[in-house]
């Protein structure tokens, strides 16, 4: 049996949510380390309150933070002690605020795919998920060649099939091109396979959808969703979340402000 490339959260699981929910609540209006760095992965940055505004106050996701959270499931998949025959992979960049199609043309954006793949074998990955920010608007986009079909995985209670029909059309086209130009033509072409929009959890708000996103991507196996998303859990993902972020290794930071460092997860 085909086991998620992701296999379910590996560090969140391990947290209580106790803890989870203790340290999201060290982030409130009436903090002083508002303007402190808390996350920093390379060029990235997260003060405290961007981390407020994003996490209590109930702001969509930015793109930063879906970058750095995908970086740290890609991370933990490749380092995982079983992680040797991954079968997965995270694309980390399908922002859509330009249309222009010379973005996905140009060295940038053949440097970063080139970059997700790796020393990966990209013809025996059976899964490539990728998140896409459309009109503020968060879905998946998973290339299956399990079954030969890209999967639409989008949380949002509204029709869009005529959406996802425009989109996936330009996505699609773009990220084929890309991917014939860094595997020398080795991948195999999936402009014309079907993309069915799978019946996913939905949204209770708008601002939970980057949440959905990174929930679709780090748990859908090609056939469903391993563990069950749940509609009215939103706080506790959240929490895990942010948990899981400012401690995971790749957060350069690693003596963190207001108490938090008693909170920090025992290796």
């Given amino acids: 049996m085909y086991v998620s490339p992701f296999k379910g959260d590996p560090q969140r699981a391990r947290a209580p949510m106790t803890k989870a929910h203790a340290v999201r609540k060290k982030f409130h209006a009436g903090m002083k380390w508002k303007s402190d760095i808390f996350i920093k992965a390379g060029s990235r940055e997260f003060s405290g309150e961007q981390i407020l505004d994003t996490f209590i106050d109930a702001e969509m996701l930015s793109t930063q933070f879906m970058s750095f959270f995908v970086a740290c499931i890609s991370h933990d998949e490749r380092h995982m002690a079983d992680g040797g025959g991954v079968q997965g992979l995270l694309v980390s960049r399908a922002w859509e605020e330009d249309p222009d199609i010379s973005q996905w043309e140009s060295p940038a954006a053949l440097a970063v795919l080139q970059r997700d793949i790796g020393d990966l074998d990209p013809t025996k990955v059976k899964l490539f998920l990728l998140p896409v920010m459309e009109e503020e608007h968060y879905s998946v986009y998973c290339i299956n060649f399990i079954h030969d079909r890209i999967d639409v995985l989008d949380s949002s209670a509204e ?65 469903s969703f391993h563990v069950p998303i749940l509609t009215g859990k939103t706080d506790n993902y959240k929490s895990q979340l942010l948990l899981y972020g400012l401690y995971h290794t790749l957060n350069e930071i690693k003596k963190l402000p207001a108490g938090l460092e008693a909170h920090r997860p025992r290796q």
């Fill in 159 to 223: 029709h869009h099939t005529v959406y996802h029909q425009v989109l996936g059309d330009r996505i699609i086209r773009r990220l084929n091109l890309l991917f014939q130009e860094a595997t020398d033509g080795k991948m195999k072409e999936f402009t014309r396979l079907k993309r069915p929009i799978i019946d996913a959890c939905l949204q209770s708000h708008d601002n939970d959808r980057g949440l959905y996103a990174l929930k679709f991507m780090e748990l859908w196996n090609g056939d």
